[in-house]
């Protein structure tokens, strides 16, 4: 029998319950399900399928780490900073010096927009794509060059390729890319860098690199390891569960981290670092999501292949379909029961972002879907 842990658990310190809940699992990660799916959504609970988050939450060992931090917090977090240094350099099989930890992986996308307008630089970037690049772009002032994607939806380096200038200092490439959840074909993105790092840095945001199970993708971060001008980040608000928790890390030449890490402030709560050594390390976990995660694909895909709709096969935590109708029309009826969907994307005003939270909840999703649109 599996006893069912809250997060009231977890904050009032019932750690030693979690401990025997997880010995007398058979699975140690079944263990985790100790957020029950949403199936009576409410208008103060509906379900959360527009924001690409994790919603079964950290992890159990994540969660203990967590709330045991409370008892060191009153002090410097040096130690535990090297520790997790240490760690994500360990688990990329990569030097510590080409690694920096950041608040989440945003303020590496700000760092990098801002040396690129200090260089007076424009940005070169695909469109639709994730897009806090191009917003710090704009607010420094500096030109982008937007790309759109292919007729498949994917990111287009041929085109990228045409439109590069003498003056592009900064090349943005989410891969997988978000809303539309394609990747870059490893061989070719491996070419685009090696042809064009030596006139720009080339930043790859890797995001969503844990869903993917797909033997044309590869992580850049080898490539960190072998060209001064490449930059990868990563994220803990999607897999990990981190989104309100805030970590981050990228990996890049030493003289990009003293170059980042020097001349802003770089601040990490001890809760997040504490928890995320133990997230990065609850490898079973990680799998349980993955799981859970292709079988919210299967579920919605299935439906969609049913009702003939166009749709991107999914390389991370959400698909991307053709309702053949605005998506904010989409979005306010399914609203009506009490499930959020995505923002609209231009120039996709027809195609609607959903993100997978967990396999019961899209079973309602597609029973919703159909009532009104089947």
Known sequence: MTKTITRRDWLTGSATAAAATLALSGSKAASQSF???????????PIRAHLNE????QSLKAR????????????YAFQTLFQLLGLMAKLEDIPQEYVGLGAGSTEFLEKAAVFNALAGGDILLPTPTYGDIARFGRTLGSKLIEVPVSDDMAINLDAIRAAMTKNVKLIYLCNPNNPIPTIIEKNALIEFINEYSDQATVLIDEAYFEYVDNENYESMIGMVKENKNVIVTRTASKIHAFAGMRFGVCYAHPDIIKKMFGLFTNTLALPAMRGAIA????????????????????????MLDELNLEYVKSNAN?????????SKEVAEIMKKHHILTGREFAPFTNWVRLSLS???EMQYFVEKYKQDFG
Request: charged share 25%.
């Open 35 to 45: 957020m029950a799916p949403n199936v009576n959504p409410t208008a103060e609970n």
């Open 54 to 57: 994790n919603v079964y939450g």
């Open 64 to 75: 203990k780490a967590i709330a045991d931090s409370a008892d060191d917090s009153h002090k």
């Open 279 to 302: 997230s990065y390390q609850d490898m079973e976990y990680q799998a349980f999501l993955r799981q859970k995660n292709k079988e919210c694909q299967t579920i919605v895909s299935n």
């Open 318 to 326: 959400f698909i991307f379909f053709n309702a053949g109708r605005p």
């Open 358 to 360: 967990k396999p019961e």
